[in-house]
Nanobody, 120 residues
Framework: QVQLAESGGGSVQSGGSLRLSCAAS????????MGWFRQVPGKEREVVAS???????RYTDSVKGRFTISRNDAKNTVYLQMNSLQPEDTAMYYC??????????????WGQGTQVTVSG
């Protein structure tokens, strides 16, 4: 199973930016889909963005135009650039991966999560 380690969370004012990173380790072969989920206490977690090995990406509607997902397979890392952050983006963000393509992916590896808090 893939080990995923997130970094880059923190607190920011409304309108600010953060960049999350997630490093994958402890696996052989290739990772198919990588992505980010987020969860607020008391609410269901939601997929924020996902990216295929070929770079094709998808976003939930609420972050389109503000968030950008990217990956660097040479560094086994996926990123989430978050701009124009709003208080409703406040959540725990989790990095995920799946051996398959993103469509219908079974995300079998999860990071520990990194907290993003947006105030103002």
């Amino acid at each position: 199973q893939v080990q995923l380690a997130e970094s880059g969370g923190g607190s920011v004012q409304s309108g600010g930016s953060l960049r999350l990173s997630c490093a994958a380790s402890g696996y052989t072969g290739v990772i198919g889909c990588m992505g980010w989920f987020r969860q607020v206490p008391g609410k269901e977690r939601e997929v924020v963005a996902s990216i295929e090995r070929n770079g094709n990406s998808r976003y939930t509607d609420s972050v389109k135009g503000r968030f950008t997902i990217s990956r660097n397979d040479a560094k086994n890392t996926v990123y989430l650039q978050m701009n124009s952050l709003q208080p409703e983006d406040t959540a725990m963000y989790y990095c995920v991966s799946a051996p398959s393509a993103c469509g219908g992916a079974d995300f079998d590896s999860w990071g520990q999560g990194t907290q993003v808090t947006v105030s103002g």
